[in-house]
Protein backbone atom coordinates (compact mmCIF):
# COMPACT_ATOMS: atom_id res chain seq x y z
CA UNK A 1 0.00 0.00 0.00
CA UNK A 2 1.40 3.55 -1.10
CA UNK A 3 1.11 6.64 1.26
CA UNK A 4 -1.63 8.24 -1.04
CA UNK A 5 -3.89 5.10 -0.72
CA UNK A 6 -3.48 5.60 3.29
CA UNK A 7 -5.98 8.47 3.29
CA UNK A 8 -8.24 7.13 0.55
CA UNK A 9 -11.05 6.89 3.40
CA UNK A 10 -10.12 9.51 5.52
CA UNK A 11 -12.07 9.97 8.74
CA UNK A 12 -11.37 13.37 7.22
CA UNK A 13 -13.64 13.26 4.78
CA UNK A 14 -16.22 11.08 7.52
CA UNK A 15 -16.10 12.69 10.10
CA UNK A 16 -17.61 16.69 10.33
CA UNK A 17 -14.98 19.22 11.66
CA UNK A 18 -15.07 20.32 14.96
CA UNK A 19 -13.20 23.19 16.86
CA UNK A 20 -12.74 20.50 19.77
CA UNK A 21 -9.88 18.06 18.78
CA UNK A 22 -9.96 14.38 19.35
CA UNK A 23 -8.48 12.69 22.24
CA UNK A 24 -6.83 9.33 22.23
CA UNK A 25 -7.24 7.05 24.94
CA UNK A 26 -5.90 3.18 23.78
CA UNK A 27 -6.11 0.85 27.02
CA UNK A 28 -4.55 -2.18 26.73
CA UNK A 29 -5.14 -5.78 28.79
CA UNK A 30 -2.26 -8.22 29.77
CA UNK A 31 -3.26 -11.56 28.91
CA UNK A 32 -7.06 -10.89 28.82
CA UNK A 33 -9.04 -13.58 26.52
CA UNK A 34 -11.60 -13.40 23.75
CA UNK A 35 -14.64 -13.93 26.12
CA UNK A 36 -13.27 -13.16 29.45
CA UNK A 37 -15.33 -9.51 29.53
CA UNK A 38 -18.97 -9.43 30.21
CA UNK A 39 -19.77 -7.66 26.69
CA UNK A 40 -17.90 -10.50 24.96
CA UNK A 41 -19.96 -13.18 26.66
CA UNK A 42 -17.76 -13.73 29.42
CA UNK A 43 -18.80 -14.86 33.32
CA UNK A 44 -16.42 -11.51 34.90
CA UNK A 45 -17.81 -8.49 36.13
CA UNK A 46 -16.81 -5.62 33.92
CA UNK A 47 -19.32 -2.96 34.28
CA UNK A 48 -17.30 -0.17 32.86
CA UNK A 49 -16.02 -1.97 29.88
CA UNK A 50 -19.69 -2.74 29.14
CA UNK A 51 -20.88 0.09 29.63
CA UNK A 52 -18.31 1.58 26.70
CA UNK A 53 -19.29 -1.46 24.73
CA UNK A 54 -23.37 -0.49 25.16
CA UNK A 55 -22.35 3.13 23.70
CA UNK A 56 -19.85 2.30 21.21
CA UNK A 57 -19.14 -0.71 19.01
CA UNK A 58 -17.71 -4.24 19.24
CA UNK A 59 -15.53 -5.19 16.67
CA UNK A 60 -15.65 -9.34 16.36
CA UNK A 61 -12.28 -9.89 14.48
CA UNK A 62 -10.01 -7.44 15.86
CA UNK A 63 -6.19 -9.37 15.88
CA UNK A 64 -3.19 -8.87 18.06
CA UNK A 65 0.37 -10.62 17.19
CA UNK A 66 0.07 -13.43 19.90
CA UNK A 67 2.71 -12.17 22.29
CA UNK A 68 3.13 -9.22 24.46
CA UNK A 69 6.42 -7.18 23.11
CA UNK A 70 5.53 -7.81 19.39
CA UNK A 71 1.47 -6.52 19.94
CA UNK A 72 2.98 -3.33 21.49
CA UNK A 73 5.34 -2.84 18.87
CA UNK A 74 2.62 -3.11 16.32
CA UNK A 75 0.48 -0.62 18.43
CA UNK A 76 2.83 2.12 18.63
CA UNK A 77 4.52 1.85 15.34
CA UNK A 78 1.70 1.13 12.69
CA UNK A 79 4.01 -2.00 11.44
CA UNK A 80 4.37 -5.19 11.79
CA UNK A 81 7.21 -6.26 14.74
CA UNK A 82 9.28 -8.05 12.00
CA UNK A 83 9.15 -4.47 10.36
CA UNK A 84 10.77 -2.68 13.29
CA UNK A 85 12.19 -5.70 15.32
CA UNK A 86 11.70 -2.19 18.55
CA UNK A 87 10.63 -4.77 21.01
CA UNK A 88 12.13 -7.19 23.50
CA UNK A 89 11.13 -9.97 21.97
CA UNK A 90 11.94 -9.55 18.34
CA UNK A 91 15.84 -10.13 17.22
CA UNK A 92 16.70 -7.94 14.22
CA UNK A 93 18.04 -4.66 13.83
CA UNK A 94 15.92 -2.05 14.96
CA UNK A 95 15.74 0.54 11.99
CA UNK A 96 16.76 4.25 12.32
CA UNK A 97 13.36 5.18 10.35
CA UNK A 98 10.99 3.49 13.10
CA UNK A 99 8.47 6.49 14.18
CA UNK A 100 6.34 5.84 17.24
CA UNK A 101 2.58 7.25 18.00
CA UNK A 102 3.65 10.34 19.78
CA UNK A 103 5.98 11.34 17.17
CA UNK A 104 3.00 11.29 14.70
CA UNK A 105 0.99 13.27 16.81
CA UNK A 106 2.81 15.36 18.05
CA UNK A 107 3.60 17.52 14.98
CA UNK A 108 -0.38 17.74 15.17
CA UNK A 109 -0.48 19.56 18.31
CA UNK A 110 -0.51 16.49 20.67
CA UNK A 111 0.57 15.99 23.94
CA UNK A 112 1.23 12.23 24.60
CA UNK A 113 1.74 10.19 27.70
CA UNK A 114 1.78 6.54 28.48
CA UNK A 115 1.59 4.71 31.89
CA UNK A 116 1.78 0.85 32.05
CA UNK A 117 3.62 -2.12 30.87
CA UNK A 118 6.25 -1.06 27.98
CA UNK A 119 8.31 -3.80 26.37
CA UNK A 120 9.94 -1.96 23.79
CA UNK A 121 13.65 -1.62 24.18
CA UNK A 122 13.84 2.31 24.32
CA UNK A 123 12.91 4.95 26.44
CA UNK A 124 9.26 6.39 26.28
CA UNK A 125 10.12 9.90 26.59
CA UNK A 126 13.85 9.58 25.05
CA UNK A 127 13.16 7.87 21.94
CA UNK A 128 9.41 7.41 21.63
CA UNK A 129 8.30 10.62 22.18
CA UNK A 130 5.61 10.64 24.86
CA UNK A 131 5.73 13.97 27.35
CA UNK A 132 4.89 11.88 30.73
CA UNK A 133 5.30 8.02 31.33
CA UNK A 134 5.35 5.90 34.73
CA UNK A 135 6.93 2.71 32.75
CA UNK A 136 6.90 -0.93 34.41
CA UNK A 137 10.05 -2.80 32.93
CA UNK A 138 8.68 -5.93 35.51
CA UNK A 139 5.88 -7.56 35.66
CA UNK A 140 6.37 -10.27 37.71
CA UNK A 141 4.76 -8.90 40.77
CA UNK A 142 2.14 -6.92 41.04
CA UNK A 143 2.55 -6.01 44.37
CA UNK A 144 6.41 -5.61 44.19
CA UNK A 145 7.58 -4.96 41.20
CA UNK A 146 11.46 -4.87 40.64
CA UNK A 147 11.92 -1.71 38.19
CA UNK A 148 9.84 1.30 37.78
CA UNK A 149 10.69 4.50 35.32
CA UNK A 150 8.81 8.10 35.74
CA UNK A 151 9.78 9.92 32.75
CA UNK A 152 13.10 7.70 32.06
CA UNK A 153 14.32 7.76 35.51
CA UNK A 154 14.42 4.51 38.00
CA UNK A 155 12.32 4.53 40.51
CA UNK A 156 12.79 3.61 44.06
CA UNK A 157 10.70 -0.04 44.89
CA UNK A 158 7.69 0.50 46.71
CA UNK A 159 7.38 -0.19 50.05
CA UNK A 160 5.48 -3.12 51.70
CA UNK A 161 3.66 -0.82 53.91
CA UNK A 162 3.04 1.38 51.17
CA UNK A 163 0.26 -1.48 49.84
CA UNK A 164 1.09 -0.74 46.20
CA UNK A 165 -0.51 -2.44 43.64
CA UNK A 166 0.31 -2.52 39.53
CA UNK A 167 -3.51 -2.31 38.45
CA UNK A 168 -3.97 0.73 41.00
CA UNK A 169 -0.65 2.35 40.09
CA UNK A 170 -1.30 2.68 36.57
CA UNK A 171 -4.24 4.43 37.11
CA UNK A 172 -3.01 6.37 39.44
CA UNK A 173 -0.40 8.03 37.12
CA UNK A 174 -2.48 8.25 34.23
CA UNK A 175 -5.52 10.48 36.73
CA UNK A 176 -2.33 12.42 37.39
CA UNK A 177 -0.93 12.95 34.03
CA UNK A 178 -4.34 13.93 32.99
CA UNK A 179 -4.96 16.36 35.97
CA UNK A 180 -0.98 18.10 34.63
CA UNK A 181 -3.13 17.95 30.96
CA UNK A 182 -5.84 19.74 32.33
CA UNK A 183 -4.34 22.34 34.54
CA UNK A 184 -1.94 23.31 32.16
CA UNK A 185 -2.75 22.36 28.44
CA UNK A 186 -5.94 22.24 28.57
CA UNK A 187 -6.12 23.70 24.64
CA UNK A 188 -4.29 20.70 23.57
CA UNK A 189 -5.46 17.14 22.76
CA UNK A 190 -3.83 14.29 24.30
CA UNK A 191 -2.90 10.83 23.19
CA UNK A 192 -2.94 8.35 26.21
CA UNK A 193 -1.52 4.75 26.14
CA UNK A 194 -2.71 3.06 29.18
CA UNK A 195 -1.59 -0.32 29.21
CA UNK A 196 -2.15 -2.69 31.96
CA UNK A 197 0.08 -5.57 33.73
CA UNK A 198 -3.32 -7.70 34.29
CA UNK A 199 -4.45 -10.20 34.17
CA UNK A 200 -1.22 -11.80 33.57
CA UNK A 201 0.75 -14.25 35.54
CA UNK A 202 1.61 -14.51 38.36
CA UNK A 203 -2.19 -13.91 39.00
CA UNK A 204 -2.08 -11.63 41.52
CA UNK A 205 -4.91 -9.75 43.30
CA UNK A 206 -6.95 -7.82 46.02
CA UNK A 207 -8.36 -10.41 48.79
CA UNK A 208 -11.72 -8.37 48.54
CA UNK A 209 -11.21 -8.56 44.78
CA UNK A 210 -10.70 -12.62 45.30
CA UNK A 211 -13.54 -13.17 47.32
CA UNK A 212 -16.34 -11.34 45.08
CA UNK A 213 -15.46 -14.75 42.73
CA UNK A 214 -14.98 -17.25 45.47
CA UNK A 215 -17.69 -19.65 43.87
CA UNK A 216 -18.16 -18.26 40.22
CA UNK A 217 -16.04 -20.85 38.51
CA UNK A 218 -17.24 -24.16 40.54
CA UNK A 219 -18.44 -25.64 37.72
CA UNK A 220 -15.42 -25.51 35.83
CA UNK A 221 -13.94 -24.83 32.94
CA UNK A 222 -16.20 -27.44 30.83
CA UNK A 223 -19.23 -25.42 31.65
CA UNK A 224 -17.74 -21.87 31.49
CA UNK A 225 -16.68 -23.03 28.25
CA UNK A 226 -19.89 -23.88 26.98
CA UNK A 227 -21.69 -20.60 28.63
CA UNK A 228 -19.54 -18.59 26.61
CA UNK A 229 -20.03 -19.64 23.75
CA UNK A 230 -24.18 -19.49 24.08
CA UNK A 231 -23.83 -16.12 25.07
CA UNK A 232 -21.74 -15.20 22.33
CA UNK A 233 -23.69 -16.51 19.56
CA UNK A 234 -26.89 -14.71 20.95
CA UNK A 235 -24.88 -11.34 21.00
CA UNK A 236 -23.98 -11.92 17.08
CA UNK A 237 -20.29 -12.41 18.15
CA UNK A 238 -19.51 -15.43 16.37
CA UNK A 239 -21.10 -18.24 13.87
CA UNK A 240 -18.83 -21.00 14.69
CA UNK A 241 -19.49 -24.27 16.61
CA UNK A 242 -17.16 -24.85 20.21
CA UNK A 243 -13.57 -26.10 19.35
CA UNK A 244 -13.08 -28.73 21.44
CA UNK A 245 -10.23 -28.92 24.39
CA UNK A 246 -6.80 -30.03 23.17
CA UNK A 247 -5.02 -31.75 26.12
CA UNK A 248 -2.12 -32.69 23.99
CA UNK A 249 -1.38 -28.93 23.39
CA UNK A 250 0.44 -26.73 26.13
CA UNK A 251 3.61 -24.33 25.91
CA UNK A 252 6.80 -26.05 25.05
CA UNK A 253 8.62 -23.99 28.27
CA UNK A 254 5.85 -24.69 30.63
CA UNK A 255 7.58 -26.32 33.60
CA UNK A 256 7.29 -30.49 33.36
CA UNK A 257 4.22 -32.13 35.01
CA UNK A 258 7.12 -33.62 37.71
CA UNK A 259 8.27 -30.41 38.32
CA UNK A 260 5.09 -28.87 38.64
CA UNK A 261 4.06 -30.71 41.66
CA UNK A 262 7.00 -30.20 43.54
CA UNK A 263 6.19 -26.43 42.75
CA UNK A 264 2.29 -25.83 43.35
CA UNK A 265 1.60 -29.57 44.77
CA UNK A 266 -1.30 -31.53 43.35
CA UNK A 267 -3.69 -29.68 42.21
CA UNK A 268 -1.95 -28.09 39.59
CA UNK A 269 -3.39 -29.68 35.87
CA UNK A 270 -0.89 -29.63 33.22
CA UNK A 271 -3.51 -29.89 30.59
CA UNK A 272 -6.86 -29.05 29.42
CA UNK A 273 -8.40 -32.12 30.11
CA UNK A 274 -12.25 -32.55 30.90
CA UNK A 275 -13.26 -31.00 34.46
CA UNK A 276 -15.18 -34.41 35.47
CA UNK A 277 -11.60 -35.97 35.34
CA UNK A 278 -10.42 -33.48 37.73
CA UNK A 279 -9.85 -34.48 41.46
CA UNK A 280 -11.77 -32.72 44.24
CA UNK A 281 -8.08 -31.33 45.34
CA UNK A 282 -7.80 -29.98 42.08
CA UNK A 283 -10.66 -28.79 41.31
CA UNK A 284 -10.41 -26.56 44.40
CA UNK A 285 -7.04 -25.34 43.61
CA UNK A 286 -8.24 -24.46 39.62
CA UNK A 287 -11.95 -22.88 40.27
CA UNK A 288 -9.46 -20.89 42.74
CA UNK A 289 -6.96 -20.08 40.17
CA UNK A 290 -9.69 -18.77 37.93
CA UNK A 291 -11.33 -16.38 41.15
CA UNK A 292 -7.64 -14.47 41.08
CA UNK A 293 -7.73 -14.23 36.81
CA UNK A 294 -11.29 -13.17 37.46
CA UNK A 295 -10.09 -10.95 40.36
CA UNK A 296 -7.53 -9.07 38.16
CA UNK A 297 -9.62 -8.29 34.98
CA UNK A 298 -12.41 -6.56 37.79
CA UNK A 299 -9.91 -4.60 39.39
CA UNK A 300 -8.07 -3.28 36.09
CA UNK A 301 -12.09 -2.58 34.81
CA UNK A 302 -12.53 -0.49 38.06
CA UNK A 303 -9.02 1.28 37.87
CA UNK A 304 -10.58 2.01 34.09
CA UNK A 305 -13.44 3.33 35.21
CA UNK A 306 -11.57 6.12 37.74
CA UNK A 307 -9.73 7.03 34.29
CA UNK A 308 -12.67 7.38 32.65
CA UNK A 309 -14.22 9.70 35.12
CA UNK A 310 -11.06 11.73 35.03
CA UNK A 311 -11.89 12.02 31.35
CA UNK A 312 -15.11 13.29 32.17
CA UNK A 313 -14.31 16.14 34.77
CA UNK A 314 -12.01 17.16 31.61
CA UNK A 315 -15.09 17.80 30.25
CA UNK A 316 -13.63 15.46 27.28
CA UNK A 317 -15.45 12.71 27.39
CA UNK A 318 -17.31 13.11 24.46
CA UNK A 319 -14.55 14.26 22.27
CA UNK A 320 -12.29 10.94 23.08
CA UNK A 321 -11.67 7.53 21.10
CA UNK A 322 -11.44 4.69 23.95
CA UNK A 323 -10.21 1.81 21.96
CA UNK A 324 -10.15 -1.08 24.09
CA UNK A 325 -7.58 -4.07 23.92
CA UNK A 326 -5.75 -7.17 24.65
CA UNK A 327 -2.16 -8.13 23.97
CA UNK A 328 -3.17 -12.09 22.50
CA UNK A 329 -5.43 -14.77 24.12
CA UNK A 330 -4.93 -16.03 27.72
CA UNK A 331 -1.92 -18.08 28.68
CA UNK A 332 -1.78 -21.72 28.60
CA UNK A 333 1.87 -21.04 30.80
CA UNK A 334 2.80 -22.80 33.71
CA UNK A 335 5.95 -21.77 35.21
CA UNK A 336 7.30 -20.54 38.43
CA UNK A 337 9.34 -16.94 38.20
CA UNK A 338 10.39 -13.80 39.21
CA UNK A 339 9.87 -14.29 43.37
CA UNK A 340 9.51 -17.56 43.10
CA UNK A 341 6.29 -19.78 44.60
CA UNK A 342 5.14 -20.28 48.73
CA UNK A 343 2.65 -22.55 48.88
CA UNK A 344 2.01 -21.43 52.10
CA UNK A 345 1.23 -18.00 51.54
CA UNK A 346 -2.40 -17.10 50.44
CA UNK A 347 -3.60 -17.57 46.88
CA UNK A 348 -2.73 -14.44 45.17
CA UNK A 349 -0.63 -13.00 47.50
CA UNK A 350 2.57 -11.24 46.68
CA UNK A 351 4.81 -14.73 47.25
CA UNK A 352 2.52 -16.63 45.29
CA UNK A 353 3.21 -17.16 41.17
CA UNK A 354 0.05 -19.42 40.07
CA UNK A 355 -0.65 -18.88 36.66
CA UNK A 356 -3.65 -19.46 34.94
CA UNK A 357 -2.91 -22.83 33.08
CA UNK A 358 -4.83 -24.23 29.77
CA UNK A 359 -8.01 -25.11 31.53
CA UNK A 360 -9.23 -22.16 32.05
CA UNK A 361 -7.47 -20.40 29.53
CA UNK A 362 -9.16 -22.49 26.82
CA UNK A 363 -12.12 -20.99 29.19
CA UNK A 364 -11.33 -17.64 28.46
CA UNK A 365 -10.94 -17.62 24.61
CA UNK A 366 -14.30 -19.39 23.78
CA UNK A 367 -14.92 -20.64 21.35
CA UNK A 368 -11.23 -20.53 19.58
CA UNK A 369 -8.33 -23.03 19.24
CA UNK A 370 -5.28 -22.58 21.29
CA UNK A 371 -3.39 -19.91 23.19
CA UNK A 372 -1.06 -17.07 23.73
CA UNK A 373 2.14 -17.11 21.42
CA UNK A 374 -0.28 -19.53 19.17
CA UNK A 375 -1.46 -17.85 16.02
CA UNK A 376 -4.57 -19.84 15.73
CA UNK A 377 -7.69 -17.48 16.80
CA UNK A 378 -7.51 -18.37 20.40
CA UNK A 379 -3.53 -16.77 20.59
CA UNK A 380 -4.58 -13.53 18.27
CA UNK A 381 -7.94 -12.68 18.38
CA UNK A 382 -8.48 -9.46 20.86
CA UNK A 383 -11.69 -8.36 22.41
CA UNK A 384 -12.26 -4.86 20.49
CA UNK A 385 -14.10 -1.72 22.11
CA UNK A 386 -14.49 2.06 20.24
CA UNK A 387 -15.90 4.39 22.34
CA UNK A 388 -16.20 8.18 21.00
CA UNK A 389 -20.10 9.80 21.40
CA UNK A 390 -19.00 12.53 18.89
CA UNK A 391 -17.98 10.24 15.84
CA UNK A 392 -19.37 6.61 16.85
CA UNK A 393 -23.50 7.31 16.45
CA UNK A 394 -24.23 3.45 16.10
CA UNK A 395 -24.53 2.61 19.47
CA UNK A 396 -24.19 -0.59 20.91
CA UNK A 397 -23.63 -2.28 17.40
CA UNK A 398 -20.91 -4.82 16.29
CA UNK A 399 -18.18 -4.80 13.53
CA UNK A 400 -17.26 -7.31 11.69
CA UNK A 401 -14.51 -6.30 9.80
CA UNK A 402 -10.86 -7.81 10.13
CA UNK A 403 -8.66 -5.51 12.18
CA UNK A 404 -5.09 -5.60 13.25
CA UNK A 405 -3.00 -3.76 15.77
CA UNK A 406 -0.81 -2.30 13.05
CA UNK A 407 -3.97 -0.15 12.19
CA UNK A 408 -4.14 1.23 15.71
CA UNK A 409 -1.77 4.19 14.54
CA UNK A 410 -2.66 5.44 11.23
CA UNK A 411 -6.39 5.50 12.15
CA UNK A 412 -5.35 7.82 14.89
CA UNK A 413 -2.84 10.01 12.28
CA UNK A 414 -6.19 9.53 10.37
CA UNK A 415 -8.70 10.98 12.52
CA UNK A 416 -6.44 13.69 13.53
CA UNK A 417 -6.16 14.94 10.09
CA UNK A 418 -2.45 13.75 9.73
CA UNK A 419 -0.36 12.57 7.13
CA UNK A 420 2.09 9.94 8.46
CA UNK A 421 4.54 10.41 5.50
CA UNK A 422 4.97 13.69 6.85
CA UNK A 423 7.23 12.36 9.96
CA UNK A 424 8.83 9.68 8.29
CA UNK A 425 12.42 9.81 6.76
CA UNK A 426 13.33 9.68 2.81
CA UNK A 427 13.22 5.41 2.31
CA UNK A 428 10.69 4.56 5.16
CA UNK A 429 8.35 2.36 4.54
CA UNK A 430 4.42 3.64 4.27
CA UNK A 431 2.77 2.65 7.52
CA UNK A 432 1.63 -1.13 7.01
CA UNK A 433 -1.95 -0.87 8.54
CA UNK A 434 -4.84 0.79 7.40
CA UNK A 435 -7.02 3.08 9.41
CA UNK A 436 -10.71 1.51 10.37
CA UNK A 437 -11.79 4.92 11.32
CA UNK A 438 -14.21 4.63 8.07
CA UNK A 439 -16.19 1.55 9.96
CA UNK A 440 -17.19 3.80 12.70
CA UNK A 441 -19.69 4.89 9.96
CA UNK A 442 -20.69 1.50 8.27
CA UNK A 443 -19.47 -1.88 8.95
CA UNK A 444 -17.15 -3.59 6.14
CA UNK A 445 -16.11 -0.24 5.16
CA UNK A 446 -12.32 -0.89 5.00
CA UNK A 447 -10.08 -3.64 2.79
CA UNK A 448 -6.69 -5.02 2.79
CA UNK A 449 -4.93 -7.44 0.69
CA UNK A 450 -3.72 -9.95 3.88
CA UNK A 451 -3.22 -9.45 7.35
CA UNK A 452 0.17 -11.96 8.57
CA UNK A 453 1.08 -13.06 11.43
CA UNK A 454 4.14 -15.11 12.70
CA UNK A 455 5.28 -15.26 16.54
CA UNK A 456 7.63 -18.15 18.33
CA UNK A 457 7.87 -19.86 14.72
CA UNK A 458 3.86 -20.13 14.41
CA UNK A 459 2.64 -18.83 11.09
CA UNK A 460 -0.35 -17.23 9.73
CA UNK A 461 -1.67 -15.42 7.25
CA UNK A 462 -5.57 -14.07 6.44
CA UNK A 463 -7.09 -13.10 2.87
CA UNK A 464 -10.61 -11.99 2.98
CA UNK A 465 -11.93 -15.19 4.98
CA UNK A 466 -9.57 -17.82 3.84
CA UNK A 467 -6.65 -18.37 6.71
CA UNK A 468 -3.56 -20.37 6.61
CA UNK A 469 -1.85 -21.15 9.90
CA UNK A 470 0.56 -23.89 11.07
CA UNK A 471 2.10 -24.26 14.51
CA UNK A 472 5.62 -24.35 15.02
CA UNK A 473 8.66 -24.43 11.87
CA UNK A 474 7.59 -28.04 11.06
CA UNK A 475 3.51 -27.79 11.51
CA UNK A 476 1.63 -28.81 8.36
CA UNK A 477 -0.15 -25.69 6.64
CA UNK A 478 -3.83 -25.59 7.37
CA UNK A 479 -6.77 -23.83 5.65
CA UNK A 480 -9.94 -22.33 6.99
CA UNK A 481 -12.82 -20.82 5.59
CA UNK A 482 -13.25 -18.29 8.67
CA UNK A 483 -16.69 -17.09 7.25
CA UNK A 484 -17.70 -20.23 8.57
CA UNK A 485 -15.34 -21.74 10.36
CA UNK A 486 -13.30 -19.39 12.91
CA UNK A 487 -13.24 -22.35 15.23
CA UNK A 488 -10.88 -23.58 12.70
CA UNK A 489 -12.25 -27.56 13.09
CA UNK A 490 -12.35 -28.09 8.93
CA UNK A 491 -9.15 -28.24 7.47
CA UNK A 492 -9.43 -27.86 3.92
CA UNK A 493 -5.66 -27.90 3.00
CA UNK A 494 -5.79 -31.33 1.59
CA UNK A 495 -9.11 -29.97 -0.48
CA UNK A 496 -7.28 -27.15 -1.69
CA UNK A 497 -3.77 -27.51 -2.21
CA UNK A 498 -3.39 -24.62 -5.04
CA UNK A 499 -4.69 -22.02 -2.74
CA UNK A 500 -2.27 -23.28 0.12
CA UNK A 501 0.36 -22.78 -2.14
CA UNK A 502 -0.41 -19.57 -3.04
CA UNK A 503 -0.98 -18.09 0.86
CA UNK A 504 2.07 -20.11 1.44
CA UNK A 505 3.72 -18.06 -1.00
CA UNK A 506 2.08 -14.48 -0.11
CA UNK A 507 3.48 -15.51 3.55
CA UNK A 508 6.84 -15.72 2.82
CA UNK A 509 7.15 -12.78 0.41
CA UNK A 510 5.63 -11.05 3.35
CA UNK A 511 8.26 -12.32 5.43
CA UNK A 512 11.12 -11.78 3.47
CA UNK A 513 10.36 -8.09 2.59
CA UNK A 514 9.80 -7.41 6.05
CA UNK A 515 13.01 -8.67 6.96
CA UNK A 516 14.43 -7.24 3.81
CA UNK A 517 13.79 -3.88 4.54
CA UNK A 518 14.35 -4.11 8.02
CA UNK A 519 18.11 -4.95 7.75
CA UNK A 520 18.75 -2.64 5.07
CA UNK A 521 18.33 0.51 6.50
CA UNK A 522 20.95 2.20 8.62
CA UNK A 523 20.36 0.69 12.06
CA UNK A 524 18.71 2.92 14.72
CA UNK A 525 21.54 4.93 17.11
CA UNK A 526 19.78 4.94 19.99
CA UNK A 527 20.72 3.43 23.29
CA UNK A 528 18.19 0.81 24.57
CA UNK A 529 16.64 0.49 27.75
CA UNK A 530 18.52 -1.77 30.14
CA UNK A 531 16.78 -5.09 30.67
CA UNK A 532 16.64 -7.01 33.70
Sequence with gaps: MNRRDFLS????????????????????????GFSDAGCYGGDIDTPNL???ASSGLRFTQGY?????????????TGQYAQQTACDVMTPGNIPAWTRYAPQHLR????RAYHSGKWHIRFRPLATAGFHHSYTLQNELNHFDPKRRLLDDQLMPQPKPEDGYYSTIAIADYAVRFLEDHQKNYSSDPFYFYLAFTSPHFPLH???????????RFAEGWDATRQRHHQRMKQMGLINCGLAPLEPGIWPPWNTKPEDQLTGYGPGEVHNAIPWSSLTREQKEFQRTKMAIHAAMITRMDTEIG?????????????????LFLSDNGASAEIMIRGDGHDRSAPPGSGRTHLCLGPGWSSASNSPFRLHKSWVHEGGIASPWIAHWPRGISEKGKLRHNPCHFIDVVPTMIDIAGGNPASVMPDGAPPLTGRSFAPDFKRDRSTSRDFLYFHHNRNR?????????????????????????????QSNLAAADPQRVQSMAARWQAAEDSFVKTRESAPPTQEQPIRRN
Design 9 to 32: LSAAAAFAPSKRRTNFLVILADDM
Design 50 to 52: DRL
Design 64 to 76: STARCGPSRSCLL
Design 107 to 110: PLGY
Design 205 to 215: ALQQDIDRYKD
Design 306 to 322: RVVDQVKRMNAFDDTLI
Design 460 to 488: AIRQGDWKLVAAGANGPWELYNLATDRCE
